[in-house]
């Protein structure tokens, strides 16, 4: 039986539009509502820096901090979490070379990494941002597939930061034309396993979120959709991963005059993309309209935050901004049934607080009023 995580209670200070803020919850979903502006996002972003990473939006430190705060800004929650009641604490401080840096604190004692996070919950998210990820850069759609996998592996994303440290130093050897061999060879070893190691999780991850697509296939209001991994070792999928090293690090010995002339390393799990396509209708997800992708997105988010829930044995906290707009009524009533089964806690965003009435108790509903809190 899966269970519950939930926070219990948050607090703000000097991030974004919030000077202060403090939010006692229940373990009820969370409706924020307000106007654009108003701070909604924010504190959602707030929540997602109890998880590895930037945050739903990848921001840079210096820009999450309240104008003219005179220190950095800070996130506290008490939470029930994976592994019992935790109390997390982030934010930042001045470095020694007066950029801030960011620190991480669980029940009130300095975490060796934010890896520890993994430990006590995790955050999903959507976002009105992600919605062109089926018509962007294949990066925007390798880095949505990466979330994924690292709610389930943390240890992906240490993979992904490691290989991409090793192909700089490649690309600085051949741009400064130092084709050492033995270096060379050294670098591309460990790119190779690292590579292939991050391939392999994303096909994992893949092929367990098709299992769970079909098995909503008859019984989901939202369209499937059909997801594969193509640009790197495609037609060697059933290979075992030392095979698929050696062939990688051959294509990268054989590849160094060519990756030299064009400044960067051109083979590689860098350079691969998420094709999707909607399953009823049996086209590529970039062809679909607007609705149709939005409904496929958020079916795939759905499925995710099952699978998380089923591997853990916990269900994720999602993070669902603007999630209603462009939903009739039916469908947006059959998100919330969705999104409640999976019996976890959610915030949801939107500027129409009866656009959520058929959450009707299940939700606790706050006015957002530019970085003020009405409960």
């Known amino acids: 039986m899966t269970q519950k995580t939930h926070i219990q209670k948050l ?62 800004f800070s996130v506290f929650a008490a939470l029930e979490g994976m592994a019992g009641d935790v109390e ?39 976002t009105p941002a992600m919605d062109g990820l089926f018509t962007g850069a294949s990066a925007d759609r390798r880095r949505f597939l990466d979330r994924l996998v690292l709610s389930l592996d943390p240890a992906h994303g240490r993979r992904a930061s490691d290989f991409e440290r090793a192909m700089r130093s490649r690309n600085k050897l051949l741009a400064d034309g130092r084709f050492d061999p033995t270096w060379l060879a050294g670098i591309e070893q460990q790119m190779a396993a690292l590579g292939v190691a991050m391939t392999m999780a994303r096909r994992e991850m893949l092929g367990l979120l098709a299992g769970l697509i079909a098995d909503d296939l008859t019984t989901s209001r939202f369209p499937s959709a059909s997801l594969t991994l193509t640009g790197f070792l495609d037609d060697d999928a059933q290979r075992p991963a030392y095979e698929l090293e050696d062939l990688y690090i051959g294509m990268l010995a054989a590849g160094r005059y060519r990756d030299a002339a064009a400044g960067r390393t051109l083979d590689g799990p860098h350079r691969a993309d998420l094709v999707i396509r909607h399953v009823e209708k049996n086209m590529e997800a970039e062809r679909c309209s607007t609705g149709e992708q939005k409904a ?76 003020k809190l009405e409960i």
């Open 11 to 72: 607090k703000l200070t000097d991030f974004r539009n919030y000077a202060q803020a403090n939010l006692p919850l229940s373990d009820r979903h969370v409706v924020l509502t307000g106007e654009n502006g108003s701070g909604k996002t924010n504190l959602m972003e707030a929540v997602s820096l109890l998880s590895p990473g930037r945050g739903l939006r990848r921001a840079v430190l210096a820009d999450i901090s309240r104008i003219d705060a005179p220190q950095g």
């Open 88 to 126: 997390i604490g982030t934010g930042t401080e001045g470095g020694e070379d007066g950029n801030p840096v960011r620190r991480l604190r669980i029940n009130g004692a300095s975490a060796k990494s934010v890896d520890e996070l993994t430990d006590h919950l995790r955050v999903l998210w959507l």
């Open 296 to 371: 496929l997105l958020i079916g795939l988010i759905l499925a995710h935050a099952r699978l998380v829930a089923t591997m853990t044995g916990f269900a994720p906290i999602l993070l669902l901004d603007e999630i209603a707009a462009h939903l009739d009524e039916g469908r947006r009533a059959a998100l919330f049934d969705r999104i409640d089964a999976l019996g976890g806690q959610s915030f949801m965003t939107g500027t129409d607080k009866s656009m959520f009435e058929a959450l009707g108790t299940r939700a606790q509903f706050i006015s957002v009023h530019h970085g």
